[in-house]
């Protein structure tokens, strides 16, 4: 397992540095620069300011240049400052970062919550009144807009009832509680954003493997349906969902643009967002790596999860 880890963390290395580069040659090849920005804010700004700040902040330098100084300063752990906050980039993703995998990861739990228990009802007796009723939920949430489920649960639980605050996020010393009312509403969105997906997927994935031998093989041995569901086809069942997951941990990282934007969430996807439209180049191209370093990170995840779902796996069949 040792060396299946290595392996993985090498070929992560390699695919950061990779993305690393093509990340900041599309960055450096967007039009305008921030000194392109100053000389249009201030028009007592002359040429040789402009090119006296371009040397200054190597801007004047090829794009290979610039990136292997780059990335010098990053392996000694300086990222460089953000423009647009005037402060290093990681005391800028820090906070940001935090709140993120907070959305995201208590979000991400609710939805396998729901999803897994109401897919496997709904694969137990397919075609009959549940499965329609789960099946039509999920199409609901799927074709339902993020933007606007925030928009109705504005209107609802903020402007109707008064219940949670409409956007925003707990001032510092505030109480738990406060904390908990500001979080509601961002993490019921998101959660009613993904879970249809993941039970669909679930549903899919039971249906497949409960019309395997083995299951009825298991049913003619005279076992219970909930034994053969939860005992025998489950960890089975589990496997794609698995890798879903894997593949939308990235996009559940970054891609919460939307969710943190109508409530002025401070979080990464807005952060991303925000640092491409203000070029502050070192703000987004650490952002976009992080999201880069999340879905390698849930690929890893995916295949110790294999594993542990099915014993027939080994990490000692990919060494040789």
Not at 78 to 102: C, E, H, K, M, W
Request: with cysteine.
């Amino acid at each position: 397992m040792i060396r299946f880890l290595a392996t993985r963390l090498l070929q992560c290395l390699l695919v950061l540095a990779v993305m690393s580069f093509l990340i900041y040659a599309l960055i450096g090849l967007m039009p305008g620069d921030p000194i392109d920005l100053m000389i249009a804010a201030n028009p007592d700004f002359t040429s040789a300011d402009a090119a006296r700040l371009k040397a200054l902040y190597g801007l004047d330098q090829p794009l290979l240049k610039r990136y292997g100084n780059w990335l010098t300063s990053a392996l000694g752990g300086d990222f460089g400052y953000s423009r647009l906050y005037s402060q290093p980039v990681l005391d800028v993703i820090g906070p940001r970062l935090a709140n993120t995998a907070l959305l995201v990861g208590i979000s991400l739990a609710l939805s396998l919550l729901l999803a897994i228990p109401l897919g496997i009802a709904a694969a137990a007796r397919p075609y009959s009144v549940i499965d329609y009723l789960v099946n039509l939920s999920c199409f609901a949430g799927i074709s339902a807009p993020p933007f606007w489920l925030a928009l109705m649960a504005i209107m609802l639980f903020s402007v109707t009832l008064g219940w949670f605050p409409a956007g925003g996020q707990a001032p510092p010393g505030a109480s738990i509680w406060e904390g908990i009312q500001h979080a509601v509403l961002p993490i019921g969105v998101l959660t009613l954003a993904s879970v249809g997906g993941f039970t669909r997927f679930m549903r899919a994935s039971m249906l497949q493997t409960l019309r395997q031998d083995f299951i009825r093989t298991a049913s003619a041995k005279g076992m219970t349906r909930t034994r053969v569901i939860y005992g025998h086809a489950l960890r089975n069942a589990l496997l794609p969902l698995v890798t879903v997951i894997a593949l939308s941990f990235g996009t559940l990282f970054s891609g919460a643009l939307i969710t943190e934007t109508m409530f002025a969430w401070l979080g990464m996807g807005k952060t991303i967002y925000d640092a491409i439209l203000g070029n502050d180049f070192n703000l987004a191209l650490v952002g976009l790596l992080m999201a880069t370093g999340m879905t390698l990170l849930g690929n890893v995840l995916a295949d110790i999860s294999y594993v542990a779902l099915d014993p027939r796996l080994d990490f000692r069949a990919e060494e040789p």
